[in-house]
């Protein structure tokens, strides 16, 4: 059973009773979580917008995926890319960056962006899955950072980036544990409260707990190398890294050879 509040979880049920959510039947897509992203898509490059906590995490992430490797020469992918504040920086770090969406409008911003920046970054319109048929065993690199959390089936995202990653590549995931206090400070605090992000950014029931991506990563013949948290203090507005993976947590793994 879920660890919040009795009556949340009742008004959770009778919710879902009434209100059908959109599911592309022939892709792992959230047609609502599609929408509300692209929404955003204009100002996506605006540190003191939206998006301003990606901006700020930016850096958190960086230093986690340098942490296990030099990103120098490296094929790399950036799984739900978004606008390409992540992919850029990997590009800057000397990768060869490449990012996926499957939103047009933020595609779109990204190419854009990065044209701005003179960067080459090949950005595509595309699910992960669909990618995985394309390009399977390309990458060295593999991220995915806060995406699991906004698809309808993250174990099948988990498999593609397993499937597009080389044999002994590594793959960073980021999203949030599913518990009390990650429902509180995620959704509670950053949504309603400190209106950090938009309300209605999160899902509570798509939160994934480090012990299941884990195993789903073991699942799928990769052994699981490190694992972090991330904590927000409210005060400095700043985020760090921390071995507590109670809210926001990153995970790196390798693909093992078969």
């Known amino acids: 059973a879920l660890n919040i509040p009795l009556a949340l979880r009742n008004a959770k049920i009778i919710a879902n009773i009434f209100v059908i959510r959109e599911f592309n039947m022939t892709a792992n897509i959230d047609q609502q979580e599609q929408r509300k992203f692209s929404q955003i898509a204009e100002t996506w490059w605006d540190i003191s917008g939206e998006s301003a906590p990606l901006h700020a995490l930016n850096p958190l992430r ?19 890319c978004g606008g390409g504040i992540l992919t850029e920086s990997l590009a800057r770090s000397g990768a060869h ?12 911003v990204a190419q854009d962006h990065a044209k701005q920046e003179n960067l080459s970054i090949d950005y595509q319109n595309i699910t ?23 698809v309808p089936d993250p174990q099948s995202v988990i498999k593609a980036c397993q499937q597009l990653a080389k044999p002994n590549a590594l793959l960073f995931f980021s999203t949030l544990n599913r518990n009390i206090k990650a429902y509180a400070q995620a959704i509670i605090a950053a949504e309603y409260m400190l209106k950090i992000i938009p309300k209605g950014t999160h899902d509570f029931d798509k939160f994934i707990k480090p012990a299941e ?41 390798t693909k093992k050879e078969m």
């Not at 960086?62 to 942490?67: P, R």
């Open 62 to 80: 960086m230093a986690f995926i340098q942490e296990h490797i030099d990103l120098f020469d490296k094929k790399v992918l950036d799984v739900g």
């Open 97 to 108: 960056a490449n990012g996926l969406d499957i939103s047009d409008e933020l595609i779109t």
């Open 128 to 150: 992960v899955e669909d990618l995985a048929g394309k390009q399977a065993g390309q990458y060295d690199v593999v991220c995915c950072m806060e995406m699991l959390e906004h």
């Open 213 to 253: 991506l884990a195993a789903w990563l073991r699942e799928y013949n990769c052994h699981v190398n490190a694992m972090t948290g991330i904590t927000y203090n409210p005060l400095t507005k700043n985020y760090t890294l921390t071995k507590n993976t109670s809210v926001n947590y990153l995970i790196c793994a």
